[in-house]
C-alpha cells in the first residue's frame, strides 16, 4: 500500500489531469460530516498509524522545538537530520533497519555539537560544508544499496502513511523517553538557554545540559523524519514554535501553544491528504507556513494601526 | 622611577591585620592573579566587611573582573590567600549574587521579565514547577522583589523589548531574590543613560543596606557612586588598594600605584576625574 502510494504521488505534475483533486482515490468520498470523514479513515489501519504517530512526533516536537529556536539551533538541528540521512542510507546498504543507522549517526553528531557547547554559534559554514558532505555520502549509500529510490524519497520528504505498528511502538517509546527527559531538564534548561553566564555562575551544569539537549534533539529529529522526512524537519520542529514566541512570551503558554501548533498542522495535513493525491508532508508544511504568515502579517497590521492612531492623538 | 615597595599593604587600613577573617565577607591577603605569563595584579590586601558597599575602579584591563572571577571560584590564585564568607571560594555558593558584564537581550528574547527573575529563586532545580501552594509562594516572593525594584508594572512583558535600564531591574531583582550576603555586579552600569547610572546604584544601596548584604560593584566611572559608596578598590598597573573614595582617589595615592604624575581634580559639583593618564598611555614610563 505505501509503496503504491508512494509511485502515485511521485510524479503528481506528469499530465495536467492529475492537478485536479480526485476526491474518491482512496475509495471514500470526502463528506463535511467532519466526525463521521475521522471515523472512516481510522477504518484504515495505516490511517490509524499515522495519527499516533503524527501525534506523538508533533507533541515531542513542539516541545523540543521551543528550545531549539530558544537557543538558535536550528541551522544545527537542520544538520541533524542531513547526517541522519547518511547513517540511514548507511544502515541500508548493510541490510540493518534505517532507523538504527539514523539513530546512531545523530546521537553522535549531537553528543560532538553538545560539546561544543557556546563555540557553535557562528559556525554556520563549518556545519553547512559538513552537511552537504553528508547528504552526498548519503547518495553513495544509495547508489550501493542498488535499489529503491522509495527509500530515499520517504527518508527525505516522509512517508507517514507507510507506518506500520511495530514503528508507532518504537515511537512512542522513544516519545516517552524524550518527554521524562525534557521533563527533568525543564528548568535548569531554560535558564541555561536565557542566561548562560548566570547560570553557570550559580552552579546549573550548562556544558551537561548543552549535551543532553542535543541528544534528545536527535532522538527528536530521527522520529519526526518518518513524519516529514529530512528536508522538511523545519516545519514540525521550528515552525511550530516560533509562530507561539510570537504570540506570547510566557513560556508555559508558549511550549503548549507550540504542541497544539503542531499537532493540528500534522492532523490537517494528514486528514487532507487523505482525499487529495500529494505528499502528507506538503499539507503539513504549507499549513504551518501559512500560520507563520498569517501571525506576522497580523503583527505587522496591529503595529501599523497603533502607530496611526498614536499619531491621530 | 625608582621602584616603591610595599605599595597596597599598610596604605589605608593599618588595622587590617586585627580583624578576625571570619568576619569579613571578603578577604585577599598576598593575593596574586596569573594568567599565562601575565601577572594580572600582586600583593592584593583587602578586606570588605559585612555590609559595605565597594566599589571597584580601574582602567580596563587592570583586573577587575578577574577580582569578581576569584571570588565566584571560576578563577584561582597564583599567589597568597583569599576567603570569601569564612569559606575558599568554590562555584554555585548560593550566597553570593552574581550580575555579569552582558550586553543587552535579544529584542526577540520570548521570556517575560517575571521569569528571569524567577529563575533566580529556582532556576537550579530539576524537573518543572508544578503549580500549587508551594508555586503561589514563590509568585508572592517574585512580585515583592519586582515590587521594591520598581519593575512590576512591565514584568510581563518580553525582555528583549524594554530598555537597557528596565532590564537591568529584572537582572538586579534576579540576583537579589536568593538573599545573597554578597552581591557582585560587573559594569552594571555600561550600556545605561545618566539618569539610570545615578538611579540602579541607588537601588541597590537600598535593597542591600535592607539585608545587610554586602555590594561590590566593578565600574569604569566612580562619580555615579560616590553618593553611595562606602569603599574603593583601586586596581592599576598591577596594584590593587582599598580605602574611602576621599582617600583612595587622590593625586598622591594615584600617582604612587600607576607609577607616574597623574592628578586628581574635583569640580565644582564634586565630581572626581583622573588627568594625565593619556601622557601615560602615550608614553608609559619604564620601570
Redesign the interface.
Known amino acids: 500500500m505505501g509503496v503504491y502510494h508512494l509511485m502515485a504521488t511521485i510524479n503528481p505534475l506528469s499530465s495536467l489531469k492529475n492537478l485536479i483533486p480526485n476526491l474518491t482515490i482512496r475509495g471514500t468520498g470526502f463528506s463535511w460530516n467532519l466526525v463521521a470523514d475521522v471515523l472512516a479513515q481510522f477504518q484504515y489501519a495505516f490511517m490509524q498509524h499515522a495519527y499516533m504517530a503524527g501525534i506523538i512526533v508533533a507533541v515531542v516536537a513542539g516541545i523540543v522545538g521551543y528550545f531549539v529556536v530558544l537557543r538558535s539551533l536550528s541551522f544545527a538541528g537542520h544538520a541533524l537530520s542531513h547526517i541522519g540521512f547518511a547513517g540511514a542510507t548507511g544502515a541500508v546498504a548493510l541490510g540493518v533497519n534505517p532507523i538504527y543507522g539514523l539513530l546512531v549517526f545523530t546521537v553522535g553528531a549531537a553528543m560532538g555539537m553538545g560539546f561544543m557547547g557556546k563555540r557553535i554559534y557562528g559556525r554556520d559554514v563549518v556545519i553547512g560544508i559538513v552537511l552537504a558532505w553528508t547528504l552526498g555520502l548519503g547518495v553513495l549509500f544509495l547508489s550501493l544499496y542498488t535499489g529503491y529510490a522509495t527509500e530515499a524519497y520517504a527518508l527525505l520528504f516522509g512517508e507517514i502513511l507507510g507506518i506500520s505498528q511495530a514503528d508507532v511502538i518504537v515511537t512512542l517509546i522513544a516519545g516517552v523517553v524524550t518527554l521524562i527527559a525534557m521533563a527533568i531538564m525543564f528548568r535548569p534548561l531554560l535558564f541555561a538557554s536565557v542566561d548562560g553566564d548566570v547560570a553557570e555562575a550559580r552552579g546549573v551544569p550548562v556544558r551537561l545540559l548543552s549535551i543532553l539537549f542535543m541528544v534528545v534533539l536527535a532522538i527528536s529529529v530521527s522520529e519526526a523524519v518518518q513524519v516529514v522526512g529530512v528536508l522538511l524537519i523545519f516545519a514540525l520542529l521550528v515552525t511550530p514554535p516560533a509562530i507561539a514566541e510570537r504570540l506570547t512570551a510566557h513560556p508555559i503558554k508558549a511550549i503548549g501553544l507550540s504542541v497544539l501548533l503542531a499537532i493540528l498542522f500534522t492532523c490537517i495535513g494528514l486528514f487532507i491528504s487523505f482525499y487529495l493525491p500529494y505528499p502528507v508532508s506538503f499539507f503539513i508544511t504549507t499549513l504551518a507556513f501559512i500560520t507563520y504568515l498569517v501571525v506576522r502579517l497580523w503583527a505587522y497590521v496591529r503595529q501599523r494601526f497603533t502607530k496611526l492612531t498614536s499619531e491621530a492623538v | 622611577m625608582r621602584r616603591i615597595p610595599n605599595r597596597s599593604v599598610g596604605l589605608i587600613n593599618n588595622d587590617m591585620q586585627k580583624k578576625n577573617t571570619t568576619d569579613l565577607t571578603v578577604s585577599l591577603q598576598d593575593a596574586a592573579v596569573q594568567l599565562d605569563s601575565r601577572i594580572i595584579w600582586d600583593d592584593a590586601n583587602v578586606n570588605v566587611e559585612q555590609g559595605e558597599f565597594v566599589a571597584v575602579v580601574g582602567p580596563n584591563g587592570s583586573g577587575k573582573s578577574t577580582l569578581l572571577r576569584v571570588l565566584?571560584g571560576?578563577q584561582y590564585l597564583s599567589k597568597g590567600h583569599v576567603k570569601v564568607l569564612g569559606e575558599t571560594p568554590h562555584?554555585?555558593?548560593?550566597l553570593i549574587g552574581?550580575?555579569?558584564q552582558?550586553r543587552t537581550f535579544e529584542p526577540?528574547?520570548?521570556?517575560?521579565g517575571r521569569?528571569?527573575v524567577m529563575?533566580g529563586l529556582?532556576?537550579?532545580?530539576?524537573?518543572?514547577?508544578l503549580p500549587g501552594p508551594a508555586q503561589h509562594r514563590q509568585q508572592k516572593l517574585v512580585d515583592e522583589i519586582l515590587q521594591s525594584v520598581e519593575a512590576l508594572k512591565y514584568a510581563?512583558?518580553?525582555?528583549g523589548q524594554l530598555s537597557g535600564g528596565e532590564q537591568q531591574r529584572f537582572i538586579l531583582a534576579?540576583?537579589l531574590i536568593g538573599k545573597p550576603r554578597l552581591l557582585l555586579l560587573d559594569e552594571p552600569l555600561a550600556n545605561l543613560d545618566l539618569r539610570n547610572q545615578i538611579a540602579i546604584p541607588q537601588l541597590v544601596a537600598k535593597l542591600a543596606s535592607a539585608d545587610s548584604t554586602t555590594v561590590l560593584l566593578v565600574t569604569h566611572d566612580i562619580n555615579p557612586l560616590l553618593p553611595v559608596v562606602d569603599k574603593v578598590i583601586y586596581i592599576a598597573k598591577g596594584n590593587m588598594v582599598i580605602g574611602k573614595p576621599e582617600e583612595v582617589i587622590t593625586t598622591e595615592t594615584l600617582s604612587r600605584l600607576y607609577e607616574a604624575p597623574v592628578e586628581v581634580v574635583r569640580d565644582s559639583n564634586g565630581r572626581l576625574f583622573v588627568v594625565g593618564l593619556e601622557q601615560e598611555v602615550a608614553h608609559p614610563h619604564e620601570h
Open positions: 565566584l571560576l562555584r554555585g555558593n548560593k552574581y550580575v555579569p552582558r526577540d528574547m520570548p521570556i517575560r521569569d528571569l529563575m529556582e532556576g537550579l532545580r530539576w524537573g518543572f514547577a510581563d512583558r518580553p525582555i534576579q540576583a
